[in-house]
């Protein structure tokens, strides 16, 4: 059974994490979502093939002391016997790729917004951890075209380019 752990601190109702999930259902994956966040589980959908591991957690905890509670919790549930890839949609989280590469997993970032060019010092940091962490990643999906240049000098690794906005007008199911 093919099996992908999504690892994510974007809140529960991200529709771009919830479609890109529905996909991985599609295609016939057997999903762990990992989430710290706010919010109620069980307004999440289910399926028979999607675990939902939730981590409660204010917006406004997750940095510092917090982050590292966050990453605590998530390499527990990357230890437990359970797939061949995990999908990270944070770059906060790529601190976890290189543990997961050393587990025996692939990795994958889910690249939604271009943090190189954000002048507020949280999408500088999210830019530190894309370098940082790059050479730990197997692929990387990212949502614009004005990323393709960054993503071909900065990640050595397959890369595609899907539109997956949050706006469910520019991407439907």
Request: proline share 3%; hydrophobic share 40%.
């Amino acid at each position: 059974m093919k099996k992908v752990i999504v690892l994510s601190i974007h809140g529960l109702g991200d529709n771009r994490i919830e479609k890109h999930i529905k996909r991985l259902l599609w295609e016939g994956y057997h999903v762990k979502y990992v989430n710290a966040s706010e919010g109620n589980i069980e307004e999440l959908f289910t399926h028979e093939k999607l675990e939902l591991v939730h981590i409660p957690i204010p917006y406004i905890k997750k940095s510092g002391i917090h982050i590292l509670q966050i990453y605590k919790k998530m390499i527990f549930e990357l230890k437990k016997d359970f797939g061949d890839i995990v999908h990270i949609h944070d770059p906060q989280l790529l601190v976890l790729s290189k543990i997961a590469t050393r587990l025996g997993y692939k990795v994958v970032y889910d690249r939604h917004e271009r943090y190189e060019v954000i002048p507020i010092l949280t999408a500088r940091l999210g830019a530190f951890f894309e370098q940082k962490y790059a050479k730990w990643i197997s692929g990387v999906v990212y949502v614009n075209p004005a990323q393709t240049a960054y993503v071909e000098k900065v990640y050595r690794c397959a890369s595609v380019m899907i539109p997956n906005y949050q706006s469910e007008k520019i991407f439907t199911e």
